[in-house]
Nanobody
Framework: QVQLVESGGGLVQAGDSLRLSCAAS????????LAWFRQAPGKGREFVGS????????YYADSVKGRFTISRDNAKNTAYLQMNRSKPEDTGVYYC??????????????WGQGTQVTVSS
């Protein structure tokens, strides 16, 4: 019973940084893995990265490795997606999700509303 709310999206220039937040309500946040997905216009939802609950180990899609960083603050029930050196192809609606059985295709029990990220060239 986790409710997720993303924030922090906006319009940035290529190369700029942006930090997305995912605020979670519910006691289960600290024990649940958290994943980020994005969906570009006309495309399906794709996996961006994830962070494990216990070890905080992170995993990233090849397209964002070295540029994006996922972190979490269990005390604040908040996860973050730090986007650095952004590219136009990063444009899309970003979602945080929890309790994912699969990443491709996306198979998660909890989803946020999404926040729009637009990277202009």
């Amino acid at each position: 019973q986790v409710q997720l709310v993303e924030s922090g999206g906006g319009l940035v220039q290529a190369g700029d940084s942006l930090r997305l937040s995912c605020a979670a309500s519910g006691r289960t946040f600290s024990t649940s893995d958290l994943a980020w997905f994005r969906q570009a216009p006309g495309k399906g939802r794709e996996f961006v990265g994830s962070i494990m609950s216990g070890t905080s180990t992170t995993y990233y899609a090849d397209s964002v490795k070295g540029r994006f960083t996922i972190s979490r603050d269990n005390a604040k029930n908040t996860a973050y997606l730090q986007m650095n050196r952004s590219k136009p192809e990063d444009t899309g609606v970003y979602y945080c999700a929890g309790a994912c059985r699969t990443y491709n295709p996306p198979g998660c029990h909890y989803w946020g509303q999404g926040t729009q990220v637009t990277v202009s060239s």
